[in-house]
């Protein structure tokens, strides 16, 4: 019973203790960097062990990813949902102190909801129109949902509103720093994790193709970064993530933009991939191809060797913008990485989490993608999506703002114009 109740106890239960666990295994790696004399991978003792545990759930990861990018938008929507909601958890544990959280009972339940209020108001901003797009068929749901759409703003005020009165009225004495504390991490997370991540999803109903690009191109490069850092790492690049190396960060920057530019060959010849979903259904779509991803002939350079078997090529224009994003995500996005390295080191923990052996947390995976995220939805909003006044815009704006009688005014009329001319 005694070894039992040892066991037990050593284990960690709750998240301060799993936090504390954290700890102490980074101070455990720490010293044991201290006894390989350096932290690069080539010269750490376990990294072949190390390295079969990371390629089993990198393997598993992808295979999961691919799986539900098969399924769909609506799908790929609900798995950035869970991983947001996972990322918060890790991020809201780390502030956690049992001893406070005894004595303000709710404060969990508060953090929760600024995040669910926020999930509503990000999620109602992006998806409001395809929702209103998906129930047309039926007159009192497509009702309905344009006035909550109507309101959606207002409504979400007032659920914040009511989670600051909530923190207002909770506030005890001797708990301020730490109440103000949670309540300012809170925020963070909602700004620098969520409102960023919550990008991909915007990039999602563009097309798949806009979300499955960039992720894949930050998964190439984390890969190769690690490749070849294992095998030819020699000359640290930054003091805040000592594993990283100047031969894994330039050769997975060169195999990130040639695959870029392969990948997006590939992906652009689907029409599953390409199309812009304008609903919440979760059909096979069709639709004439956009003139990006239409092959146009590409004459090579005089400079190309005479051997080289190709002197005309068909390239997809989007080739070229993948270019651009495939700079981005092996130059810049890195630093995302960089940033939750120092994050951590701040805190003295290792890994945000350990729900993906061999990787860490979500969190942990998720620091460049978040980064990626944000920069291709601007790309591709200034770049690619065109500006200009259509037809489509102009009915989701008839859709999204007018009642259904002032709808059928508006029909009534234009009919009447049309007549006359």
Same mark, same amino acid.
């Given at each position: ?32 960097? !201290? ?6 991978? %080539? ?24 799986? %539900? ?52 108001? %990000? ?26 759409? !109507? ?41 620098? %994790? ?34 070849? /850092? ?8 930054? !003091?805040?993530?000592? !594993? ?91 630093? /995302? ?22 990787? /860490? ?61």
């Amino acid at each position: 019973m005694e070894e039992e109740s040892n066991v037990t106890s050593s284990s960690p239960s709750t998240p301060v203790q799993r936090l504390r666990h954290r700890k102490r295994s980074s101070t455990e790696v720490l010293d044991g960097d !201290k006894v390989n004399a350096s932290p690069l991978l %080539v010269n750490d003792r376990n990294k072949y062990k190390s390295f079969m545990i990371r390629t089993y759930s990198t393997l598993w990861m992808i295979a999961g990813f691919v799986m %539900v990018v098969y399924m769909g938008h609506l799908y790929i929507t609900a798995m950035v949902l869970v991983i947001q909601i996972f990322m918060a958890k890790e991020l809201f544990n780390l502030l956690r102190k049992a001893p406070e959280d005894k004595c303000l009972p709710g404060i969990k339940q508060l953090n929760w909801h600024f995040f669910f209020t926020a999930m509503l108001f %990000v999620y109602g901003r992006i998806l409001s129109q395809r929702l209103a797009n998906t129930v047309t068929a039926d007159q009192f749901l497509y009702r309905l949902v344009t006035g909550l759409i !109507k309101y959606h703003m207002a409504i979400c005020y007032f659920l914040y509103i009511i989670g600051f009165m909530w923190f207002i009225l909770t506030l005890k004495k001797k708990m301020y720093k730490y109440q103000f504390g949670q309540y300012a991490w809170t925020h963070m997370i909602l700004i620098v %994790v969520f409102t960023q991540s919550s990008f991909t999803v915007a990039n999602i109903f563009e097309g798949i193709f806009w979300f499955l690009l960039p992720a894949s191109l930050i998964i190439i490069n984390d890969i190769f970064a690690y490749i070849f /850092g294992f095998f030819f790492g020699r000359t640290p690049l930054i !003091k805040l993530s000592p !594993k990283k190396t100047w031969e894994g960060f330039i050769g997975a920057s060169v195999t990130t933009i040639i695959s870029a530019f392969v990948l997006a060959n590939v992906l652009g010849r689907f029409p599953w991939l390409t199309c812009p979903r304008q609903d919440l259904s979760t059909g096979w779509l069709q639709c004439d191809a956009d003139p990006l991803f239409k092959p146009e002939p590409f004459t090579l350079p005089a400079w190309i060797p005479g051997w080289f078997p190709w002197k005309e090529m068909e390239v997809l224009p989007v080739q070229w913008h993948a270019l651009c994003l495939g700079l981005f995500a092996s130059i810049i996005a890195p630093f /995302g990485g960089f940033f939750a390295s120092g994050f951590k080191r701040a805190f003295k923990i290792k890994d945000f989490g350990d729900s993906i052996p061999g990787h /860490g947390g979500i969190t942990d995976r998720m620091d460049c993608q978040m980064v990626m995220a944000v920069f291709a939805y601007i790309y591709l909003q200034s770049f690619i999506v065109s500006q200009s006044v259509s037809v489509d815009k102009i009915l989701d704006q008839i859709l999204t703002n007018l009642s259904f009688e002032e709808q059928q005014a508006l029909f009534s009329r234009l009919g009447q114009m049309i007549g006359n001319s």
